[in-house]
């Protein structure tokens, strides 16, 4: 497990308080949440939140605001920098990522899309 040296993911005091609400009602004891990004959504990617047990292999570990975010090493290069949040509005809540690596967002805002070579990746 490998404590990431920048801010690799800061969340909100929204945001925090609703991972500790989360983590208090698991069914499951979790240790925090874990992002990551699939491939989907018509602009490629999408933000994926789940409950971490414990740490995987090679994931970076991000403490904030009292909470961990276990950050998916395939994940970290498309989310580092990012902000978590965590918005209701009158139709929906959930998370939200203000990612300055994004260069494109579908209108429904549920993917994203990078320039991967600013990120390193091959085309």
Request: net charge negative; charged share 25%.
């Amino acid at each position: 497990m490998a404590a990431f040296a920048t801010n690799a993911l800061s969340l909100t005091d929204a945001a925090a308080a609703r991972v500790k609400d989360l983590i208090a009602k698991a069914d499951t004891p979790a240790a925090g949440l874990r992002v990551g990004v699939k491939t989907r959504g018509c602009s490629g990617m999408s933000y994926v939140v789940e409950y971490a047990e414990e740490p995987r292999p090679f994931e970076d570990v991000v403490e904030d605001k009292g909470v961990k975010i276990f950050i998916d090493p395939t994940a970290l290069m498309f989310i580092v920098g990012s902000v978590m949040d965590y918005r209701t509005d009158k139709l929906q809540s959930g998370f939200v990522f203000e990612n300055p690596n994004e260069t494109a967002r579908c209108g429904c805002g549920e993917s994203f899309s990078v320039d991967k070579g600013a990120v390193g990746v091959g085309s």
